[in-house]
């Protein structure tokens, strides 16, 4: 594999895994609201699922710093 390769298929990992951090952060997102209409909402619960969610934020913003440090070699490869 030459460089032009690794660096498209890094892309479009990076890419893959942006959009399936994004679709875990609207679920969590939707999980938390649920949580809160309970009827005796689990604050313990709550409190764990926005510590997890302070995760996938900080690597959906890890994997976006990737995709921009890639993304001038990938264009360059594709002149």
Known sequence: MDANEFYAHKEAILKRLSTALCDVE?????LKAHERNAVVPDAIALEELEQLMDYVRDAGDWTT???NAVAPMVEAAAK
């Open 26 to 30: 609207k679920s969590m997102l939707q």
């Open 65 to 67: 710093g990737e995709r």
